[in-house]
Nanobody
């Protein structure tokens, strides 16, 4: 079993920055793709960013140039640096990992989410 815990959310003014972290623990042998999703009020869940084990990142168009995702596999950590935040970025942000366990099992895990509110 693997537990993912997000942190770093909060209230920020437009134009501000936040750094989200995703800490993983449990049966983690290695991690394939790490991804960040968000769910805004009244909207569908949206893939925001993802990063491969080799560090190749991809982003949804609305956050390109403002958000940067990174990872530290030695520490079982994932990050989402969010700059120039806009009110439309307000959402609950979730991290999700494809984890390879010690006996070779592969499973997808999700964190509980962290609220990001962008408002003046």
């Amino acid at each position: 079993q693997v537990l993912l815990v997000e942190s770093g959310g909060g209230l920020v003014q437009p134009g501000g920055s936040l750094r989200l972290s995703c800490a993983g623990s449990g049966d983690i042998f290695s991690i394939d793709t790490m991804a960040w999703y968000r769910r805004a009020p009244g909207k569908e869940r949206e893939l925001v960013a993802s990063i491969t084990p080799r560090g190749t990142a991809s982003y949804v168009g609305s956050v390109k140039g403002r958000f940067t995702t990174s990872r530290d596999d030695d520490k079982n950590m994932g990050y989402l640096q969010m700059n120039n935040l806009m009110p439309e970025d307000t959402a609950i942000y979730f991290c999700t990992w494809d984890v390879i366990g010690g006996i070779g099992t592969v499973a997808e895990y999700w964190g509980q989410g962290t609220q990001v509110t962008v408002s003046s």
